[in-house]
């Protein structure tokens, strides 16, 4: 009667006894990783406890007078199988932490807004199609992680959310986010990624302690002018997007260490991108680009990415005037960008596919592939020329590594010397049955 703590995670525990409600003195109990499905009736009247762990222990419910635990600060209930939360929790207003992570809820109870000492809460691979507006009224909470939910929005309430630092929205259906974001002054990392955003808000720009902004996989043309206010903005990535041009407002991301725009459609970069004194690493590659501007050679990169298979962080790039601005440029051998073309790669045969080796492999067949190969280098011919070619079918493809090829090598004698083999058996045993043709006439 006299236990503060209680230990018993990852046993094979199937039950908790109801005797367990003599312990009145126990603050800490972890039950996590353990075979329960429940937790007992009397549980609730260990009032002392503090810190409570029930992780990955097929829960399906919680006691209806869970609230009686009221001098709870840490309440850990990932990784089970909860549908609701009883409206008693709301009781627990000493709360600080509370991890509902990957169990099965579709809604999410206005009462949770009750929770005004909550610093962290934890919501993330659940079913929750929305967040009540009421969790803007927890003006403590420091980290929310609603990720890998199918959230459309989020409430506009969620301004209220005024010592907020962490905000994780990652693998939702978002389309936009609130314009009360901006209200979030101390917020610093915000993560948008997989989402559905088509834009992105103003205000962002009013998030002034935002060190990291990760807005991967969505469908952004643009980014806000806006977001040159963000001082202290360290790591911006915004991959695999639609962004067809950047703001050059850019530049006045002044601690801008890390930027990221991968696999977009954009045709030029800012030259004002060079006001980004602190900016390291710049990844451009899977574009349309053209050339770099020149101002470029100000900063002190220490990789620059204009390919998937570029082999060095930095390349040898040479000066070059455009044509139709006048203005001096970077260009080397990976400019222009080339986009890949859809239409053209069902014609091409894939540079070392195995699998077409392997289903032809007699010398003739091996021969006329040889002649009718397509190469796999694409020349770019000024407009004049165009009209007056057909389509090229020429593309730049991937060499294999050596490796590779060795071990192909490898697999195509083997088959050929099985192939060899098996004509060898049908040649014996053709030459046996001959024979015994020849025994039976003469007989």
């Keep these: 009667m006299q236990l503060v703590e209680l230990d018993l995670s ?49 829960l399906q419910a919680l006691p209806e007078n869970i609230g009686n635990l009221y001098n709870l600060a840490s309440l850990e209930l990932r990784e089970n199988l909860l549908t609701y939360l009883p409206e008693s929790l709301a009781q627990l207003q000493r709360l600080e932490e509370l991890d509902l992570g990957n169990n099965e809820l579709y809604h999410l109870p206005e009462t949770i807004g009750a929770l005004f000492n909550l610093k962290d809460l934890w919501l993330d691979g659940n079913q929750l199609a929305e967040i009540p507006q009421e969790v803007g009224n927890l003006k403590n909470l420091l980290c929310l992680d609603v990720s890998e939910n199918k959230l459309e929005c989020l409430p506009e309430e969620i301004s209220g959310l005024t010592s907020l630092t962490d905000l994780l929205v990652s693998q939702n259906v978002l389309q936009v986010l609130p314009d009360g974001i901006g209200k979030l002054r101390r917020l610093s990392i915000l993560k948008v990624d997989q989402n559905k955003l088509i834009q992105l808000t103003d205000s962002i720009g009013d998030c002034e302690s935002l060190t990291e902004l990760v807005l991967t996989e969505n469908q952004l043309q643009s980014l806000p002018k806006s977001i040159g206010k963000l001082k202290k903005l360290n790591n911006l990535n915004a991959d695999r997007n639609k962004l067809t041009s950047l703001p050059k407002e850019i530049g006045g991301c002044c601690s801008l260490n890390v930027f990221s725009v991968r696999d977009n459609r954009l045709c030029r970069i800012p030259p004002e991108i060079s006001q980004a004194t602190e900016l390291h690493v710049l990844d451009v590659a899977g574009n349309r680009l053209t050339y770099l501007p020149l101002s470029l050679t100000t900063l002190k990169l220490k990789a620059l990415w204009l390919s998937d298979n570029q082999s060095q962080p930095l390349l ?65 011919e000024d407009e004049k020329d165009e009209e007056d070619n057909e389509m090229r079918t020429l593309l730049r493809r991937a060499t294999p590594h050596p490796g590779e090829l060795k071990n192909m090598k490898k697999t195509v004698e083997n088959l050929r010397n099985d192939m060899n083999a098996a004509k060898g058996l049908d040649s014996n045993k053709n030459e046996v049955n001959n024979a015994i043709d020849r025994v039976t006439t003469s007989v």
Excluded: Y
């Excluded at 400019?335 to 014609?347: C, F, I, K, V």
């Design 10 to 58: 990852r046993n094979d525990i199937p039950e908790i006894p109801e005797s367990i409600s003599f312990c009145r003195a126990l603050q800490v109990a972890d039950f996590s990783g353990n075979p329960l499905t429940r937790l007992p009736e009397s549980f609730p009247e260990l009032q002392n406890l503090t810190c409570l762990s029930v992780n990955d222990i097929s």
């Design 316 to 380: 040898t790039f040479q000066t070059d005037t455009d044509p139709e601005t006048g203005e001096k440029i970077l260009t080397c051998v990976l400019l222009p960008q080339m986009p890949s073309e859809p239409g053209h790669q069902d014609n091409l045969p894939r540079c070392g596919a195995l699998e077409s080796l392997v289903n032809e492999m007699s010398d003739e067949t091996w021969n006329e592939r040889a002649v009718n190969r397509v190469s796999a280098i694409r020349f770019l």
